[in-house]
């Protein structure tokens, strides 16, 4: 492994332990040549993928791009960077499962906001504010009224109904 600070390709493993809920290795590693230390982190790979933009350019899939987009949507919210991770864990879990190699950015974005609407409420309108470039308040309170519809479904479906009782 290159070490970042004197470009080096002599580096040590000093220290491997699980991370990401055993989804990834972290390394601590030393380099020889000017004793700076780094953390690598190595994930299994099933195939290369590849994210289609609207435009039609094909670019390699990237995790931390969801990651980051994610952090940015659960900015100030509560919720932890360890449950972002297992979040995306299982979105990319979802897209390796599927077999192919080539994934439309509308699918993934499809992923990340159902990801979203399962940890919290906020978080999931910000990215959509954004994703689907809301320009004006109509926007918003058009998707407001769709996400009220839908927690309204929501707390029926999962509410106990009353029988009658005859008399």
């Known amino acids: 492994m290159r070490c970042p600070f004197c470009q080096s390709d002599d580096s040590q493993v000093k220290d491997s332990r699980p991370a990401d ?6 390394r601590r590693r030393s380099c020889a040549g000017c004793g700076g230390r780094f953390t690598t982190f190595e994930r299994i790979q099933l195939r290369d993928m590849s994210v289609v933009k609207s435009d039609g350019k094909v670019q ?4 931390d791009k969801i990651i980051r987009s994610m952090r940015v949507a659960l900015q100030k919210r509560p919720v932890t960077q360890d449950t972002i991770e ?10 390796e499962s599927a077999g192919e190699q080539e994934f439309p950015a509308s699918h993934i974005g499809e992923l990340v906001m159902s990801a979203l609407i399962n940890l ?7 990215f959509v504010s954004v994703y689907k470039d809301f320009r004006d308040p109509e926007d918003f309170n058009d998707f407001l009224q769709e996400v009220q ?8 479906k999962n509410t106990p109904s009353k029988k009658k009782k005859k008399s």
Do not use: C
């Not at 390699?60 to 995790?63: A, K």
């Not at 297992?86 to 897209?95: E, F, T």
């Not at 919290?120 to 910000?126: H, S, T």
């Open 21 to 26: 809920d055993n989804a990834a290795i972290r």
């Open 60 to 63: 390699p899939f990237n995790r």
């Open 86 to 95: 297992k979040a995306v864990n299982g979105i990319v879990r979802q897209l």
């Open 120 to 126: 919290d409420m906020v978080g999931y309108i910000r």
């Open 149 to 156: 519809d839908l927690q309204a479904k929501n707390v029926t």
